[in-house]
């Protein structure tokens, strides 16, 4: 089984590329074999972790907040691309509507227990123009109701700046992240959040996945601005060769100019999709081809010696200054971990056209070996449940980077939307249960080992819309009934509760149990 390839070259910038979200379903006939794996114990506990690790959950702003031209906003980019590509319904002008809701889903966090929540900020509601414009007071108000309240929950506000969506202006006036003008919107815009929240917000989020915001942008197509070339997609313009490279130096100065701003005021970082991958084979050529993953720029400020080697004169290079400005611009890495794959070499073995390919630094990955399933597929085409895999990404980032302070930013299951009448079937979410104790036991491991990891973020706090999948999959701990946006607590939700005070021993051994017998089903998802 073949994935839509990443970028394995914005890998270099970062930790990893994502596989395309298209969707599957669980549910089908047919057979298949899942690889086998060294279990940790998944009876996992809070106290298996230090004092002071901050548990949370994460949300995003365009996914959850709704009121899309309430309070002066304006349009952002994903207003307009929604549109543009019919992923639109009537729903997304509200979506979870946290903009009239924020009070009670704090309240719903604090009854979890949680002590951290992780949020972005949207762009288009604090600067409706960007820098050509003035600064947008009913968003800067309900941003400050959200971080005060949080606060006196006992909730640590983790920020993020840019999470995929800007204004619209910006696409309009210069290409945004095509154009080196988007480092002076965004400086403006931190700026602004810095002024405006930064003596209470402690931890500062730069920007959100810039790997899978150039792979989806620039190189497939398949996000605002839709620029791409062949083999990758069939866009009206775009360059997929060169467009992501451009874009994704654009945000790397981006992000080391906003650094520059908050350094000794609090903790700021980049968070990366982060994919574990594992060699297809045994074979010297598919372990160099995993080794193609450094996060280099951010701490060393330069790219790696191996991408100028295929890259050539397509890779944008840093002045003197530049490489001061990027180099050790981060107090922690934030890691968005989901799957592993597998990786397989194309220098010597056929590929398909877009991973035989440069840019794609010339690998391919895939998600079975001699017809096993690396882990337990789930919803989203591409992801699948490997739990060993947060141990291995952990590890990874551990050894390269000196043991940078870490925070596992985003982890995740996601499972299909369901008819409201089988709501039931939705909220008793037992896999999702067992996903997140497998992990969780993993990554325990790993601190064991000492990884200096300070945190871990549930995706997501509620049921939300997943870009291009819409409200097709849920990774919510809280289901949403879309009609009445009413919030109910899914399995998952009482064991995370139960889990911050030691109680989920029951709720793991049932998890545990549904593991097991799913891994022994025959039943084959469909494709």
């Known amino acids: 089984m073949k994935l839509k390839p990443p970028n394995i070259y914005l890998f ?13 379903s ?9 690889e086998e794996e060294e279990e940790e114990d998944p009876h996992i506990k809070r106290s298996d972790f230090p004092p002071g690790f901050l548990f949370g959950t994460a949300t995003s702003a365009y996914q959850i907040e709704g009121a899309y031209l309430e309070d002066a906003k304006s349009l952002s980019n994903w207003d307009v691309f929604c549109h543009s590509v019919a992923l639109y319904d009537e729903l997304i002008s509200t979506s979870t509507d946290n903009l009239s809701t924020g009070i009670e889903d704090i309240e719903m966090m604090h009854s979890l227990g949680v002590k951290a929540y992780r949020f972005s900020i949207s762009w288009a509601r604090i600067l409706p123009k960007g820098r050509f414009g003035e600064v947008n007071p009913a968003g800067i108000l309900f941003y400050n109701k959200l971080i005060d309240n949080l606060i006196l929950r006992g909730i640590e506000p983790f920020v993020t700046l840019f999470h995929n969506n800007i204004p619209q202006e ?6 945004s992240w095509l154009n080196p003008e988007m480092k002076e919107d965004f400086v403006h815009m931190v700026e602004v959040c810095f002024k405006s929240f930064g003596e209470r917000v ?20 398949l996000f605002r ?37 908050y350094r000794d005021k609090g903790s700021i970082g980049i968070t990366v999709h982060s994919f574990m ?23 060393f400020g330069d790219y790696p010696e191996e991408m100028r080697k295929y890259l050539g004169s397509e890779l944008p290079s840093f002045s003197l200054d530049e490489k001061n400005l990027v180099k050790n611009s981060i107090d922690f890495i934030g890691i968005n971990h989901y799957s592993t794959v597998y990786a397989k070499d194309c220098t010597s073995s056929s590929c398909s056209a877009t991973a035989d390919r440069a840019i794609q630094g010339f690998v391919e990955l895939v998600g079975e070996r001699d017809g096993v399933l690396i882990g337990e ?23 390269r980077y000196n043991n940078k302070p870490m925070f596992i930013t985003e982890n995740g299951y996601n499972s299909p939307d369901v008819q409201e009448q089988r709501i039931n079937e939705l909220v008793n979410d037992v896999k999702r249960v067992g996903y997140h104790t497998s992990y969780l036991a993993f990554l325990a491991k790993s601190i064991r080992g000492g990884a200096d990891v300070r945190g871990y973020f549930v995706w ?48 793991g051994k049932e998890a545990s149990r549904d593991k097991i017998s799913f891994q022994k089903d025959v039943m084959m998802p469909d494709s």
């Open 377 to 399: 597929p789930t919803m989203v085409d591409g992801l699948y449940v490997v739990p060993r895999g947060m141990e291995g990404i952990v590890n990874h980032i551990k050894i």
């Open 277 to 299: 991958f594992e060699p297809l084979t045994d074979s010297e050529l598919d372990r160099d081809a995993v080794k193609r993953a450094p996060l280099d720029p951010v701490i």
């Open 12 to 24: 270099f910038f970062l930790i990893s590329a994502c596989a395309l979200l298209l969707e599957a």
């Open 460 to 507: 997501s706090l509620m049921d939300n819309y997943e870009w291009l999948h819409g409200y097709k999959v849920r990774f919510g701990l809280y289901h949403v009934d879309r009609k009445t946006l009413t919030r109910t607590p899914k399995l998952s939700a009482k064991w995370y509760k139960d889990f911050l005070t030691n109680k989920s021993d029951l709720i």
């Open 225 to 261: 601005p839709s620029r791409c070339s062949e083999p990758f997609g069939n866009c009206i313009a775009g360059n997929s060769d060169v467009e992501p490279l451009v874009g994704m130096h654009n945000m790397l100065l981006a992000h080391g100019m906003a650094a520059k701003l």
């Open 170 to 175: 910006l696409e309009e006036r210069y290409g």
């Open 202 to 221: 402690k931890y500062w989020i730069t920007i959100n996945e810039p790997n899978i915001v150039a792979l989806y942008a620039y190189e497939m197509g």
């Open 26 to 34: 669980n549910n089908g006939d047919g057979g298949f074999k899942q």
